[in-house]
């Protein structure tokens, strides 16, 4: 195969889970012109990647208009067809995705197993080995489905070393030295029920402190920076607060020099579990099965609830669902993890 496009727009952390089919395709076609097309959030985190080749970004909300629409469809037309292609991967499975697949032109379109929004017409649903198995793999048995080998499965993420540098310097701002050991604490989560409670990360935070482990807190937006304020003010020592202060490039950086990093099914502990940091999950609405840490799925915690794995965004009887997962619990997982 000489061209192949991959459709995987968002969100974070299902852009992460699919990197490994960029590595797949390569492997088996090495001299195949690959071209993601993917939206803005996701778009600095694959330009880390070594084997994708071209970025198209698809910016959605510009075509939430008629006139944005008539306006914008037509350059992405032409940037998506000025190559010819062997097989277009829509690992997405939307409508939005499986029309941009459809501008690919290409003799073979195939899809996830679970398509969804009539994406199944436009492009083929594989349901491989894995399709009731973890997602990364799911996406890879699209890849195995147009020949690739997968003998390795690999993030592929370089951090440019200018970003290394700005992340050592941002650290130091902070007032930590990176060659110090520390733990990152992803606090937030677009769902509400996939954050663990502030208090029980003031809790783990002062025990890890106990135990000369640094606590650094990460994540981004107005309420992940509020829950950072709640956390150091229920702590003996506030931890590291880099809320907002850093660039995907530069929290790859602070993820792949962690000790140990522990939050809940979000972008940063997928991304930390991809680039083989220790990573501890805590779940309760999804099903560690499919979202749980890839390739250590047994630091995923899951909550003793009859309810878990409804896959609902917030929960419909009001409970704080992570708040069931005991900080002695945690404690416990870091102990087998760091071998303490």
């Known amino acids: 195969m000489k061209n192949i ?3 995987k727009l968002s969100a974070i952390g299902d852009v992460i889970h699919a990197l490994p089919v960029s590595y797949a395709i390569k492997e088996t076609y090495p001299d195949a012109h690959l071209t993601w097309v993917v939206e803005p959030p996701a778009y600095d985190l694959l330009t880390m990647n070594p084997y994708i080749d071209e970025i198209i970004v698809f910016e959605k909300k510009k075509f939430k208009s008629i006139g944005g629409f008539l ?6 037309k032409r940037k998506i067809q000025q190559r010819r292609y062997d097989a277009v991967l829509d690992l997405q499975g939307l409508f939005k995705s499986a029309a941009i697949a459809r501008l690919g032109q290409a003799p073979v379109k195939l899809g996830m197993c679970n398509m969804r929004e009539f994406s199944d017409k436009i ?3 594989v349901i491989g080995p894995n399709a009731q ?3 990364v793999e799911r996406y890879l048995d ?3 489905a147009i020949g690739c080998r997968v003998d390795q499965v690999r993030f592929p993420l370089e951090v440019p070393e200018r970003e290394a540098e700005l992340t050592q310097r941002i650290f130091s701002q902070a007032g930590a030295n990176m060659g110090n050991p520390y733990v990152v604490f992803a606090i937030g989560a677009n769902w509400p029920n996939k954050r663990w409670p502030v208090e029980s990360f003031a809790e783990l935070s002062d025990w890890l402190y106990e135990r000369r482990l640094i606590p650094v807190l990460v994540g981004g937006g107005v309420v992940d920076e509020q829950r950072a304020a709640e956390i150091c003010a229920q702590t003996e020592i506030p931890p590291i607060d880099l809320v907002g202060r850093t660039n995907f490039k530069q929290l790859t950086y602070i993820l792949q020099n962690a000790q140990l990093v522990i ?4 972008g940063p502990v997928h991304l930390s579990a991809g680039v083989g940091t220790n990573t501890i999950m805590l779940m309760g609405p999804t099903d560690a099965n499919r979202n749980g840490p890839y390739g250590q799925m047994e630091n995923a915690i899951e909550v003793d609830r009859a309810c878990k794995y409804c896959w609902k965004r917030a929960c419909p009887k009001q409970l704080d669902c992570l708040a069931n997962i005991q900080v002695q619990q945690v404690c416990e997982s870091i102990k087998k993890v760091l071998r303490l």
């Open 123 to 125: 492009s083929k649903p």
């Open 133 to 135: 198995g973890h997602i």
């Open 263 to 266: 939050g809940g099914d979000t």
């Open 142 to 144: 699209v890849a195995r």
């Open 71 to 76: 306006s914008n469809y037509g350059p992405l």
């Open 5 to 7: 496009l991959v459709v």
